[in-house]
Nanobody
Framework: QAQLVESGGGTVQAGGSLRLSCTTSQFSINGYVMAWFRQTPGNEREFVAH????????YYAQSVKGRFAVSRDNAENTVFLQMNSLKSEDTAVYYC???????????????WGQGTQVTVAS
């Protein structure tokens, strides 16, 4: 069935930047809310950011507000997460998700990617 694919993860020094991408070849994302979540071992998957269908409304977890920026290019069928001023506590596997309602709850999203590892060295 539908599958989202994340890319752009890697290892950076604290204070550095990374940009994650999420796309799929199986359906058009233009009618879907898109979100980013992250997860570390032993912890629940937590909300990072989401963006509405047009890209005009965005929301961020308090822990990343002011440092991360979510955007989308519907023509390219891609969603991005620009991560700046990275901290060691940002280290996690980052997941992209799609849904029909704007929500910070993981159960609101139907399709997920496989995740991409982000490691911030302190």
């Amino acid at each position: 069935q539908a599958q989202l694919v994340e890319s752009g993860g890697g290892t950076v020094q604290a204070g550095g930047s990374l940009r994650l991408s999420c796309t799929t070849s199986q359906f058009s994302i233009n009618g879907y809310v898109m979100a980013w979540f992250r997860q570390t071992p032993g912890n629940e998957r937590e909300f990072v950011a989401h963006i509405n269908t047009s890209g005009g409304a965005k929301y961020y977890a308090q822990s990343v507000k002011g440092r991360f920026a979510v955007s989308r290019d519907n023509a390219e069928n891609t969603v991005f997460l620009q991560m700046n001023s990275l901290k060691s506590e940002d280290t996690a596997v980052y997941y992209c998700a799609s849904g029909t309602l704007l929500s910070a709850r993981k159960n609101a999203y139907t399709y997920w990617g496989q995740g991409t590892q982000v490691t911030v060295a302190s």
